[in-house]
């Protein structure tokens, strides 16, 4: 028999009984109006035969409402063991064991039904006779966000359409090689993310661009996380230190982006590319002994996605709301097996191993994916407050007193799972995405020249620098080789052609058709066949009878006079043919 099973199963009252103390029984025995006993024993059977005899009913009827859903959460669960954690998520707060002001303290009324916080299973089937099944837990939601917030004011990003956008122009971005990573951890670089900030909707969350100057206060969240998304989900690989687009990421780029970010996500489910908690820089220990006690990422990802699923589809939730529904319905979800090598400010003092303490680590892990990856990819919409009127909400820990904000994703006050989200992660079947159409923003004229109006967009600015030379500001002139240096990049001259169409005022002049066409011919008549080995013989007529000999000449072609290509998968047959008739390829050394 297991220790668990030892330790917390009992399938008798008396069983439950016999594990208590005497005293803890004579505790008990003051509930019922009878007369204590002297031996264990007749304590045991005693207040066994009252529990059955109707002295439970009379108990339960006599409980709070907090002890009474003490009593009915555990009766209907399948573990024979209070669970605190999610009663308190569901309830607010655990009931009272314990009665009176006296040392030892003596047991509540609620512990007549459990024995060391365990209720034996003949208990269980007694108290269902009249004891109803507590409700499921839900997830407290609103309609609106309100106007303020902890005092602060709440500024709401609708993502769904803005994710849908973003995705397209950061896919633009890398393809016009402007998107640069770290080699080792593949994350975006200084540069790059400022870059990206430019392009979004608005700016970052919290990086605000003022003059083309970057708040060193603040921190990007959707700059930064786009590159490591499309690196998760395949459509972009690292070539050096330059992200450039896979075969995947450029055929995406003519799907529907919901369909991608739906991918994406899942991608995500399982991608080891980063710890969205080491992006928490204030939690130390993560790199030292913490590290061996967090639960894999795809453990910690699953059971959020699982609740995030739940949650009604346009309705506000607040963060707190959501970890409390995730505890309730003890979905498993847990940052850490232990959270004592885990700490804020001081190792010893700031441990978030201490009771409670653990909730940092779950929480800030959970703000982190939900507003950097949910929000990013459009699952959620969000709404935001400054971090400092946040922080209130999320501190639970009176040594982080002299923090700010404990991370970048603080300001996250409340949050909505959009219609994508449900589509993507939800009981949604079906789902009608608003076509993300390109703005035509471009004049494409007879002469080649194409000229763009002011607030021509910098992703679109790139792809076009990309085809043509820069004439004036808002004017650029198709150029054949800059075209043609792109194609050999591996861009396709439809997508040049789709980029002029998508984006530009009207069809195509026939000039700038006629001039893509043939394009489309150049660059598709002069075939790659792979690497050979051009071999020079001294004397021609040698060449020539190699050449033509029957044993050699499937294996090397004439390539002027005197010399021969040899395709390097023929290279091996060729020698050992050559070495059989008696000549051999020698290699010239100074």
């Known amino acids: 028999m297991s220790r668990f099973i030892e330790d917390d199963w009992f399938d008798t009252i008396e069983e439950g009984l016999n594990s208590l103390t005497v005293e803890q029984l004579k505790g008990l025995v003051k509930y019922t109006s009878k007369k204590p006993p002297t031996r264990k024993a007749d304590f045991v059977s005693m207040l066994a035969g009252y529990l059955r005899e109707g002295g439970a009913r009379t108990t339960w009827n006599k409980l709070d409402s907090l002890e009474k859903a003490a009593v009915a959460e555990t009766a209907y669960s399948f573990s024979p063991r209070f669970q605190e954690k999610q009663f308190t998520a569901k309830y607010g707060k655990a009931p009272k064991w314990t009665a009176g002001k006296g040392y030892p303290e003596e047991p509540s009324r609620l512990c007549l039904f459990f024995y060391n916080r365990v209720m034996p299973e003949e208990m269980k089937d007694l108290l269902k006779d009249f004891v109803p099944e507590p409700a499921p837990a839900s997830i407290r939601s609103r309609p609106e966000v309100p106007d303020e917030y902890y005092g602060d004011q709440v500024e709401v990003y609708l993502m769904e359409g803005r994710a849908q956008r973003e995705l ?54 959707r700059a930064f996380a786009w590159p490591m998304i499309v690196q998760a989900g395949g459509l972009a690989k690292p070539s050096g230190t330059r992200l450039e687009l896979t075969r995947k990421g450029r055929k995406v780029l003519s799907e529907p982006p919901s369909d991608t970010l739906c991918s994406l996500w899942w991608k995500w489910m399982k991608t080891t590319i980063i710890d969205e908690l080491s992006r928490v820089d204030t939690i130390k220990g993560q790199h030292g002994k913490g590290k061996r006690h967090l639960v894999a990422l795809q453990k910690r990802r699953e059971p959020i996605t699982e609740a995030l699923s739940e949650c009604p589809v346009m309705e506000w939730v607040t963060p707190d709301d959501f970890l409390r529904y995730i505890y309730a319905t003890d979905k498993g979800y847990a940052v850490a097996r232990d959270a004592w090598d885990f700490y804020i400010l001081d190792q010893e003092y700031g441990s978030l191993g201490y009771e409670g303490y653990y909730k940092v680590l779950d929480d800030q892990y959970m703000l982190a994916l939900l507003l950097e990856y949910a929000a990013t990819m459009g699952l959620i919409d969000v709404a935001l407050v400054g971090q400092e009127g946040a922080y209130q909400a999320y501190s639970s820990n009176e040594f982080t007193d002299d923090l700010e904000w404990i991370s970048r994703y603080d300001g996250l006050a409340f949050f909505r799972l959009t219609r994508l989200g449900a589509y993507c992660i939800g009981d949604d079947e079906e789902y009608h995405a608003t076509p993300v159409r390109p703005q035509p923003v471009l004049t494409v004229h007879p002469n080649l020249e194409v000229t763009a109006e002011s607030n021509l967009g910098q992703d679109i600015r790139l792809v076009l620098e990309e085809y043509a030379k820069k004439v004036s500001d808002h004017a650029w002139q198709l150029d054949s080789q800059k075209m043609l240096k792109s194609i050999e990049s591996g861009h396709k001259v439809d997508d040049i052609r789709k980029f002029l169409e998508n984006h530009g005022k009207g069809p195509l002049p026939e000039e700038v058709t006629r001039m893509l066409d043939d394009l489309d011919k150049r660059t598709s008549q002069v075939h790659d066949q792979g690497l050979a080995r051009l071999l020079k013989c001294d004397d021609p007529v040698m060449a020539e009878l190699i050449a033509s000999d029957s044993r050699t000449a499937k294996y090397c072609m004439r390539a002027g006079d005197g010399y021969l290509v040899v395709p390097l998968d023929a290279e091996k047959d060729f020698k050992r043919v050559l070495r059989h008739i008696g000549y051999l390829v020698t290699t010239d050394r100074e």
């Not at 870059?195 to 969240?221: C, R, W």
């Open 168 to 221: 397209l122009t950061v896919l633009h971005l890398i393809d016009a090689r402007k998107v640069n990573v770290s080699a080792k951890t593949l994350r975006p670089t200084a540069a790059t993310v400022k870059t990206i900030a430019g392009m979004l909707e608005d700016g970052d969350f919290y990086y605000p661009l003022e003059d083309g100057k970057v708040n060193p206060h603040l921190d990007p969240i």
